[in-house]
């Protein structure tokens, strides 16, 4: 009974390994993808009259072929392309 013990305590353990690194591998993944996301943000300060004006500015500076959100404290107050 104790070799047999000793296999599937083995067996458990390389299990748990193997579980543990593609558990590391998945966390790696998502940072790497929140770092990509995070690099891709941009601070942008634009004047303007009204929120016609400022839209129209946006859209020349930075194309209509991404989304647009604009906030203001944390809060978000129009979208560009909507």
Do not use: C, N
Not at 56 to 82: N, Q, R, W
């Amino acid at each position: 009974g104790t070799e047999k013990a000793r296999k599937e305590l083995e067996e458990r353990l390389e299990k748990r390994k193997a579980e543990k690194k593609e558990t590391e591998e998945r966390l790696e993944k998502q940072r790497a993808e929140k770092q990509e996301q995070e690099e891709r943000q941009y601070d942008l300060k634009i004047d303007g009259k009204d929120v016609d004006d400022l839209t129209g500015k946006m859209v020349e500076l930075v194309g209509t072929s991404i989304p647009i959100g604009v906030t203001e404290s944390g809060v978000s107050t129009f979208d560009v392309l909507a």
